[in-house]
């Protein structure tokens, strides 16, 4: 073989044809995987529709869209742990005990308004902090560390309400955080998840924290012997996970104008199942915020639909468990599959 053979093969001049070929069929897997989530939307409008009339009103919508804010940020920020290859059980009860200590703080403690709510965001963190320490110092499995905090926090909330609610009616604007209306017509809640969202999509798809996310979802031991600390960016992730469920608490609080101490049980199932359903891999190393969107959506239209035609409390939960074990089983599927 010649130099110039040599040289020929030994250069790198046919990976940039490679490289667009592969990228152009994640973004078709992505494309296909939002296309589907977004079809099944569609058919649960339609379908929902039909079956009442009192869906399609305006008032019931903005019940939908309220109720998709609450879901939807918790989703958006257990899209960042889950595209690591981790879990968050957490949720639920860390945004009902992050509504709780904003109450605590702008309540009985008397603080400003911006003061309570930057508690109620730091509590989330805290607990995110927390369960990121677990994971990536005390290698601790991410549904065991999580579990646990599920439970502390859930009786931390007890504890520091008294089991009672908190009023926040004596805070001014406290109740146009989530249900005032910047723009008219549209409650701002919803403005805030759409602004998190956009927020979320660029961290993931544009900054090296989401590189980094990714990386360690895809194989995290490649990652490390890169030269990456993962141990630090797993903490940075489940912290950043804690600030979106902190602001979950706030936001649901101010739609109630209370924080229930028992409120958030069971929203971290619907989280989760959003960012699968959205295409987000729970085995890790793929994540899509546009997809965790309309997940979120599909979890609040089936929810609200199946109230609407006065579904009983008890087969709620039997539809909703189905739904999260048809998107692991179609999560599963879609790796075997390569897709």
Do not use: C, H
């Not at 040599?6 to 046919?14: E, F, K, L, M, Y």
């Amino acid at each position: 073989m010649t130099a110039d053979q040599t040289t020929r093969v030994a250069s790198p001049s046919d990976e940039p044809k490679q490289a667009p070929q592969k990228s152009n069929a994640n973004l078709w897997r992505k494309g296909l995987q939002q296309g589907l989530a977004f079809g099944t939307l569609v058919v649960l409008l339609l379908f929902f529709s039909i079956a009442s009339d009192r869906f399609f009103t305006w008032s019931n919508l903005s019940g939908i869209l309220l109720a998709t804010a609450v879901i939807g940020i918790l989703a958006l920020g257990t899209t960042f742990v889950i595209t690591t290859g981790g879990i968050d059980l957490s949720l639920g009860t860390g945004m009902t005990l992050s509504a709780v200590m904003t109450g605590i703080v702008a309540v009985n403690f008397g603080m400003p308004l911006v003061v309570g709510v930057l508690a109620g965001i730091a509590t989330g963190a805290l607990i995110g902090l927390v369960n990121g320490l677990n994971v990536a110092f005390l290698n601790l499995p991410p549904f065991i560390a999580t579990l646990a905090m599920m439970m502390v926090a859930q009786g931390l909330a007890l504890v520091i309400s008294g089991v009672s609610p908190i009023y926040f009616s004596g805070v001014p604007g406290f109740r146009d955080i989530a249900l005032g209306n910047l723009i008219p017509g549209l409650p701002n809640a919803v403005l805030i998840m759409f602004m998190l969202a956009a927020l979320a999509y660029f961290m993931l798809a544009k900054t090296v924290f989401g590189r980094f996310t990714v990386a360690i979802g895809s194989n995290e031991e490649a990652t490390r012997l890169s030269g990456v600390n993962t141990r630090r960016w797993k903490v940075i992730v489940y912290t950043v996970s804690g600030v979106f469920t902190g602001i979950a608490g706030v936001i649901i609080a101010s739609r109630l104008d209370s924080a229930q101490p028992q409120i958030g049980v069971g929203y971290e199932l619907q989280a989760i199942a959003a960012v699968i359903i959205g295409g987000t891999s729970l085995l890790g190393g793929r994540g899509s915020i546009v997809g965790t969107l309309i997940g979120a959506l599909i979890m609040s239209v089936l929810i609200n639909g199946l109230r609407i035609l006065s579904i009983q409390t008890e087969w709620q939960n039997v539809v909703v468990g189905v739904v999260i074990a048809i998107a692991v089983f179609a999560d599963a599927l879609r790796n075997r599959k390569g897709l």
